[in-house]
């Protein structure tokens, strides 16, 4: 997969996440198993994107393309920013699972 196949893949699947997260009360998530089910899918993809981005990022410095490396900074930047709110859901789910 190419440079931009990858952003674009990056774009719809952060998208998706979003609205994901659009939906959800993140202090008080309630979602069905198949929910936590695709919030734990979320993660796991943010992971590798990151990863993805990471090593796409050291490649750009590498050949001084210094508008891919904008670009993958700018990437890294949501997908942290992703992460962090869906991890965050996902230790509050955990807690309100373990309350009932």
Do not use: W
């Not at 990471?54 to 992460?83: D, G, H």
Request: hydrophobic share 35%.
């Amino acid at each position: 997969m190419d440079f931009e196949e990858r952003l674009d893949a990056y774009k719809n699947d952060s998208q998706l996440m979003l609205d994901f997260l659009t939906f959800i009360d993140a202090d008080n998530p309630r979602m069905s198993e198949a929910d936590a089910g695709d919030l734990n899918k979320f993660i796991d993809t943010v992971k590798k994107y990151i990863s993805d981005f990471e090593s796409l990022q050291a490649t750009a410095k590498a050949e001084s393309n210094s508008q891919r490396k904008s670009i993958c900074t700018s990437a890294l930047f949501v997908l942290a920013n992703l992460q962090s709110q869906l991890e965050h859901v996902k230790v509050k789910y955990e807690e309100n699972k373990n309350k009932k």
